[in-house]
């Protein structure tokens, strides 16, 4: 294992447990940036495809989540479950689409995993 794939391998897992942007992230370079731009070797690409694949399915879990918020207005005003129930979808939908978006970025590293070998 060279220096550059254990750098590399090291910034995606720093990414998994990461809170969110930090303030440098806002005004440069995230750190998942740097690493995408660093990524050249099968292993790197593949790691990148895993990562991804991970957000993925974060985000389909994130899905489930809103689908549970309503229940409670569910005794309440009908305007109001009704406005909460169309927010609720909202959220599930891009949810989904953040979901199927990190599966074409997984699926973009896993292929360039594959070229590189």
């Known amino acids: ?11 995606l897992a720093s990414l998994a447990i990461a809170p969110g942007p930090s303030a440098a992230e806002e005004g440069g370079h995230s750190l998942e940036q740097v690493v995408v731009e660093m990524a050249s070797t099968p292993e790197e690409h593949a790691a990148l495809a895993a990562h991804y694949r991970a957000k993925a399915n974060e985000a389909r879990a ?3 989540n809103p689908e549970g918020m309503v229940r409670p207005y569910n005794g309440g005003k009908l305007v109001l ?15 989904a689409t953040m979901a199927k978006e990190y599966e074409g970025l997984a699926q973009l590293h896993a292929e360039e995993a594959k070229k590189s070998e």
């Open 1 to 11: 294992m060279t220096i550059r794939t254990f750098a590399a391998g090291l910034a």
């Open 81 to 95: 479950k009704q406005r909460m129930k169309r927010h609720c979808d909202n959220i599930v939908q891009e949810y």
């Open 62 to 64: 994130q899905m489930r």
